[in-house]
């Protein structure tokens, strides 16, 4: 008899929602979390002051030598270094002349910590897109069937938005939005009267603003507009796995959170051709151990659930496990980040913006859709916001004394700022392999991560620093700079932290690792839900996604269950 009735591999954004969903339909669940457990009254840090904290919360040499690549990112600091890995103890390998930032945090919740929040549903435009214009292969379903399931998730979650009735960007199930502020204002007047296609609207963001019944049952809270987010959120006014999911399948008393374990491989039983469990490392005592169930969900992330199958191979699976097709590894995508502008917005100095919202503007794709896109396919939105500037802005000013405090109680000017986040294309070439001699600590292959941008991208990029360029110039801000001046428009592959599709979905076994069902052709009781199973990105934020198709699997492998398929 197996241990239990389903293991889930991560505790982050997709395996939180398979725990919840698994464990209120009343089946055993474990998750397998490889890194520590969250305390929020020793881990947040979002209720203490700078100053009470090492080296007034700057970044030290030590962190920037142990911390090389998560240390770059804006969320990381002296007081949130704890949802980061340690660069030096979790080694990857890039190809020479290549670069590939791989951002990520071990414990539990994963990444749902540490996330923007930025929740946007995939188009039809976007479900079509592989099979119009030839990239990668055909997604086996489209927004009519995955559209109910987002439903759900955004009832439960909580996304603040407003309905603006876009087929390029479907609404959500809304709480009220986060107000823009007065400059923001002047630019959704000033570009939506000179570029009619286009349109200037709230971020659509996971953080609460009018909780519901089920929300505060769970503990959770409506944002406070602190916008301390990143340091983890003791209100739980943010969507994350530890506020909303694990907490609802706690309740269940189905739950069983096993941390500091590591999945090595999953079993496979060639007689039976079923998954039977997975085995395991203790990453603190480095204990081997094997945990078995019916069912077997990968939520660990797109490069750890490659790495994972990549390994489990078998006389029956040479090249990885449910890996007939030979796609596993390959197609790895991200968004690509870079093409932006930045500026002044003279005016409005009796004013200020209240609070610090946790949120900006949103700019939908317009390139390839409204308007004709050159040189490229699809397309890109932008994310960005306009803020005064304030006394954080005299940290780098020469000066003492009474003068120098005295200008830096005044406000600075509006200052205006749009990022472009362009889709990368499915490209087989961009693929994750495993090292076959170096290993980590744990025994686990060193993963290589081999990934370029195309010209497409490229060209992409470029056209967003234009366009930003000439949005902002519409809206009247002087002293415009960015990507189309600099010829800074292309961050490194990894930099948009949305790894995905190195296990797609499709419609043919063949060329495919996963049904519509997120169910492996292979393998039948084993499900992938998290970032892998994506057939191309799209342009938007692909969290709200992972969470619409966790439940969606979930609620399948369910029914195969209590029929006896599975």
């Known amino acids: 008899m197996a241990d239990f009735d389903v293991i889930v591999v991560g505790s982050g954004m997709s395996g939180g929602w398979v725990a919840k969903e698994m464990c209120e339909k009343g089946f055993k669940v474990a998750v397998l979390e490889r890194g520590k457990d969250i305390v ?4 947040y840090t979002d209720m203490v002051d700078p100053w009470d904290m090492e080296h007034l919360n700057l970044k030290s040499p030590d962190d920037r030598a142990d911390y090389p690549i998560q240390s770059e990112v804006y969320a990381f600091h002296s007081y949130t270094k704890q949802f980061w890995v340690k660069d030096t103890e979790h080694p990857y390998i890039v190809p020479e002349g290549q670069e590939y930032k791989w951002r990520r945090g071990y414990h539990t919740g994963g990444r749902s910590i540490m996330w923007g929040r930025q929740s946007y549903r995939l188009s039809e435009i976007d479900f079509e897109a592989n099979k119009k214009d030839g990239h990668g292969v055909d997604w086996p379903l489209r927004y009519k069937d995955i559209a109910p399931w987002y439903d759900y998730v955004e009832t439960f979650a909580g996304i603040s938005g407003s309905k603006e009735g876009l087929d390029i960007l479907p609404d959500s199930v809304f709480q009220k939005p986060h107000e823009l502020s007065c400059g923001e204002d002047v630019l959704k007047e000033k570009v939506e ?8 609207i ?21 944002c406070q507009a602190r916008d301390h987010c990143f340091r983890g959120c003791s209100f739980g006014a943010y969507f994350s796995s530890n506020s909303a999911t694990l ?26 051709k079923r998954a039977t469990g997975v085995k395991t490392v203790n990453v603190k005592t480095n204990e081997t151990k094997i945990i078995t169930a019916r069912v077997v969900f990968l939520n660990a992330g797109t490069i750890p659930t490659s790495m994972i199958l990549l390994n489990s191979k078998s006389d029956s699976f040479k090249t990885g496990l449910a890996n007939s097709s030979g796609q596993l590894g390959h197609n790895l995508m991200d968004h690509v980040i870079g093409g932006g502008a930045y500026g002044i917005m003279p005016g409005m100095e009796d004013k200020y913006h209240f609070g610090r919202r946790p949120n900006g503007i949103y700019i939908p794709r317009f390139r390839n859709h409204t308007e004709e896109g050159k040189d490229y396919v699809r397309g890109f939105g932008y994310q960005g916001r306009i803020y005064r500037a304030d006394w954080r802005g005299g940290a780098g000013k020469a000066g003492v004394g009474k003068d120098f405090k005295a200008a830096n109680r005044t406000p600075g000017p509006w200052v205006a700022s749009i990022t472009g986040f362009g889709e990368i294309l499915p490209n087989y070439d961009n693929h994750i392999r495993l090292d076959e001699t170096k290993t980590d600590k744990w025994g686990f292959p060193t993963p290589i991560l081999d990934a370029k941008h195309s010209d497409n991208e490229k060209n992409l990029m470029k056209q967003a ?18 990507s189309f001046k600099d ?31 997120n169910q492996s052709w292979d393998v039948p009781n084993l499900f992938i839900t998290d970032g ?30 209590k029929d006896g398929v599975i």
């Open 247 to 272: 907490p609802a399948a706690r309740n269940t008393g189905n739950l069983t959170l096993i941390n500091d374990t590591a999945v090595h491989e999953v079993i496979y039983d060639p007689a039976t």
């Open 465 to 482: 620093g234009l366009d930003a360029a000439e949005m902002l110039e519409a809206a009247g801000c002087i002293n415009i700079g960015g």
């Open 193 to 200: 009267a000179a570029f009619p296609g286009r349109k200037v």
């Open 532 to 561: 892998s199973f994506m057939t191309s990105a799209g342009c938007q934020n692909p969290s709200l996604g992972y969470m619409a198709f966790s439940a969606r699997a979930a609620d399948h492998a369910a029914k195969l269950m």
């Open 487 to 517: 010829g800074n428009y292309l961050s490194p592959p990894g930099n948009g932290i949305h790894e995905m599709g190195t296990a797609r979905m499709g419609r043919d076994p063949k060329t495919s690792v996963l049904n519509k069902w």
């Open 202 to 222: 709230p971020g659509r963001v996971a953080n609460l603003t009018e909780p519901t019944e089920e929300q505060t049952a769970l503990g959770r809270g409506r």
């Open 40 to 43: 929020p009254t020793e881990d």
